[in-house]
């Protein structure tokens, strides 16, 4: 039996939101920089053509209307949320500030689910080196501090 458009777009749909919604259970940590439509998109995308591949019954132009259709719903989400500035905040995230005044905001630092060293491994790949906000954590490694 061959499936139906509309059970494809269904399946699609479903996959698109399911998919968004674990990306952004999954933390700031994990995708530090990508948006979640920028991490979910090729992973769909490669399973999609991952499928035309080896899956053999699958009929081609089932592999380029899913394609298509995906395309088409990562433009309406990206132009909605440029158009609707109250829906980026929930489905983009919002930053956060974790230091303040050269002092760590520990329970910001938990709402993002980040350690110290975490924290501070990002504050070196960013070439922030200040002491100030080295002195707010009094345990630091020895190692850390002869970097600066």
Known sequence: MEPSFLDMT???IL?????????R???????????????????VLSELLGNAVFEQNVPV????????LWGILLVI????????KGLRGPLEGKPAIVIRDGKIDRK????????????????????IF????FSAQPKIDSS?????
Not at 119 to 125: A, E, K, P, R, V
Not at 130 to 133: E, F, R
Request: cysteine-free.
């Open 130 to 133: 200040s002491t100030l906000l």
């Open 10 to 12: 269904i399946k699609l």
């Open 61 to 68: 132009y089932f592999i380029v209307y899913s394609i298509f």
């Open 15 to 23: 996959e698109f939101f399911f998919l968004f919604l674990i990306t």
């Open 25 to 43: 259970l999954l933390g700031r940590t994990t995708i530090n920089q990508l948006t979640p439509f920028d991490f979910v998109s090729p992973i």
């Open 108 to 127: 910001e630092l938990k709402k993002t689910r980040m350690n110290i060293n975490q924290l501070m491994s990002l504050l070196i790949q960013s070439e």
């Open 77 to 84: 989400m990206e132009k909605g949320l440029l158009k609707m």
């Open 144 to 148: 850390l501090l002869s970097l600066l």
